[in-house]
């Protein structure tokens, strides 16, 4: 039962930043064919596989694997941080 907790919550998380991120791009750019290739793209590409870090064949290249992943979050991050709303933006969704 707790597994069954685990594995939705982890879901619930997923889907909910996947879904602010959607929105935002959407709010930002005002394509819809561009948010759906973004999720196409989501879906086909899946989580990350880590039970590769558990399997011996990979041992050797677990640091790659760890490094690979990490610059792919910080890239994420930083790509996204080009994306924050201009003040002017904000102001015409208030108004």
Same mark, same amino acid.
């Given at each position: ?84 709303? @201009?003040? @002017?933006?904000?102001? @015409?969704?208030?108004?």
């Amino acid at each position: 039962m707790g597994r069954l907790v685990v594995m939705t919550m982890f879901q619930f998380t997923y889907t909910t930043l996947f879904g602010a991120y959607a929105a935002y791009a959407y709010i930002r750019t005002a394509s819809l064919p561009a948010i759906i290739v973004c999720h196409a793209f989501c879906n086909y590409m899946g989580l990350p596989n880590l039970a590769v870090f558990q399997q011996q064949m990979y041992r050797n290249y677990r640091w790659i694997l760890v490094i690979a992943y990490g610059a792919g979050i910080i890239g994420f991050i930083l790509g996204f941080s080009t994306l924050l709303p @201009d003040s @002017d933006l904000l102001q @015409d969704l208030v108004v």
